[in-house]
Every structure is written in C-alpha cells, then in structure tokens.
C-alpha cells in the first residue's frame, strides 16, 4: 500500500515540485493538495492521508492552528513541516501542537522521501538546525534554574547591594555570597554581576520595580 499525502503549500510551483517528487516513487500517492489551512482540512477529511506534507507561513490560518485543528481530527495523522523558516517562533509552536516532523525546503529529494516514509511510521524527523533549536530550549530552562537562594543574593545585587550588606542581610559570610553568586554567573552564563541582572530581567527571572 502506497503511503497516502497531502500536500500544503499556498505557491502552487512549490506544490507541482513536491508532487513531482513523491509521483515518481510507487511508494507514495499525493491524494490531495491545499493552498491554505481551512482547505487543507477539508482535503484532510476528504481524503484521510497517511502524512500531511505542510508549510507553515499560510493564508488564513497558521501553521500550529492548522496543525493543532488536524490532531484535533485525527490524532494518528502524521504531520511533517516543510518549511523555510528554523527560528524558535516557528519550531516551537509547530513540535508542540504535535508535528511529528520539522524538515527545510533545501532538503535533497531522497531525503524528503525517507523523511515521509519515517513520519509514516510516526517517527520523528528533524532537521539539524531544529534539532538544535529544540535542545538549546531543553536546556536553557534547566541552566537557568535558579534557587530560591540564588534569586534571593540576585535580586540584591539588582538593587544595588555589595556583598558585605548582602551577607550581613541574609546572616551569611561574604565568601557564601560570592559561591552564591558564582553558581548564578555559571547558570546564566554571564561573567559579572551587571550581566547576571540583565539577563535575569531578560529571561523573566527579575521582575522590573516600578518607582518614582
């Protein structure tokens, strides 16, 4: 049985080069095709496809919504982005409504069709550059965990505090201040304390004080 695609892409010679690709291998069939996602539900339906084969920058409806709408349908549908853009804004909201796979439109033909076969299957397929997207966000949260501790001595020094009146507050030697403040540089990846304030603001770890 030829694994059943549809193809969504709102340029119509994007979608005649990929249906060029998958109708020249017996193992595929290309069912369908959408310029937009309410279309591409309805071809979806129509059409029950193995793969949804979809790029993420559409009319109408966006990526993840589209993606969200058709596991919503049918939560076995595989759904593999094919798409020119790796930046966090689109990667993440793509994986996280369930895309099985994150693919760039510079990947070679063969490629592609390995990948579809492989998302047939339900495995994920992630471009190298996703790839990394994905495992900077896995670990940034945990290198930017800070203890309670930690946010206490930081939000000090955000204040304006030497080490002395911060040990002399928390009823701790200068030299647990200066560990304390060591561990934060290392987690924030910063090398001084002005930093460490500024990326904490950055990240949401410090709220901003409003003042007169």
Same mark, same amino acid.
Request: charged share 35%.
């Given at each position: 049985m030829p694994i059943r695609l549809i193809i969504v892409d709102d340029h119509p010679v994007v +979608? &005649? %080069?990929? +249906? %060029?690709?998958?109708?020249?291998? &017996?193992?595929?069939?290309?069912? %369908? #095709?959408?310029?937009? %996602?309410?279309?591409a539900l309805a071809v979806a339906m129509r059409t029950i496809p193995d793969v949804v084969l979809m790029d993420l920058r559409m009319p109408l409806m966006s990526g993840a919504e589209l993606i969200r709408r058709l596991r919503e349908w049918s939560p076995g549908v595989n759904v593999l982005v094919l798409t020119t853009f790796d930046d966090d804004a689109d990667v993440l909201p793509a994986i996280e409504q369930g895309a099985t796979g994150y693919l760039l439109k510079d990947t070679p033909r063969a490629d592609l069709r390995r990948a579809v076969r492989a998302a047939a299957r339900g495995e994920t397929v992630l471009s190298p550059s996703v790839a990394g997207v994905l495992a900077h966000k896995v670990r940034a949260p945990q290198a930017r965990a800070l203890s309670p501790r930690?946010? #206490?001595?930081?939000g000090l020094v955000a204040r304006g505090a030497t080490n002395r009146e911060i040990a002399a507050k928390l009823f701790v030697t200068e030299a647990t201040v200066k560990t304390h403040l060591l561990h934060v540089f290392a987690k924030l990846e910063v090398n001084d304390r002005a930093a460490a304030v500024a990326a904490a603001y950055e990240t949401g770890l410090l709220k901003p004080t409003g003042g007169a």
């Open positions: +979608r &005649d %080069g990929l +249906r %060029g690709i998958f109708a020249a291998d &017996d193992a595929f069939e290309v069912v %369908g #095709e959408a310029a937009d %996602g309410p279309e930690e946010l #206490e001595v930081l």
